[in-house]
């Protein structure tokens, strides 16, 4: 089973700044979805920023203005740049793709990563 491999976590400050990444294997042929979720302890897991081949077409509320995704396709690799962090950003942060593993398979398939967990002190 392909995994995404996730980086970037850790603690941080209130008002600091915080990148993730998120790479797929250099094998995958294609990738159409690359997204960043979160999850906070008994809450459901959210949304929290999109990109469609390449172009930006989602952020939640929340990270509208503070969040900025991104992405190096030559590397199957997506960010999320987090600025201006408070606590409610506290959660484990998963990456998602949605993407074509095999030149032998043309399906495309939703790929995960490992999450990395994201908490900022008050």
């Known amino acids: 089973q392909v995994q995404l491999v996730e980086s970037g976590g850790g603690l941080v400050q209130t008002g600091g700044s915080l990148r993730l990444s998120c790479a797929a294997p250099?094998?995958?042929?294609?990738?159409?979805?690359m997204s960043w979720y979160r999850q906070a302890p008994g809450k459901q897991r959210e949304l929290v920023a999109q990109?469609?081949?390449?172009?930006?077409?989602y952020y939640s509320d929340s990270a509208r203005g503070r969040f900025t995704i991104s992405s190096d396709n030559a590397k199957n690799t997506v960010f999320l740049q987090m600025n201006s962090l408070t606590p409610e950003d506290t959660a484990v942060y998963l990456c998602?793709?949605?993407?074509?593993?095999?030149?032998?398979?043309?399906?495309?398939?939703?790929?995960w990563g490992q999450g990395t967990q994201v908490t900022v002190s008050s």
């Open positions: 250099e094998t995958i042929v294609a990738i159409n979805d």
């Open positions: 990109m469609h081949q390449g172009r930006v077409t």
């Open positions: 998602n793709m949605d993407a074509r593993v095999s030149w032998s398979d043309a399906r495309y398939y939703s790929l």
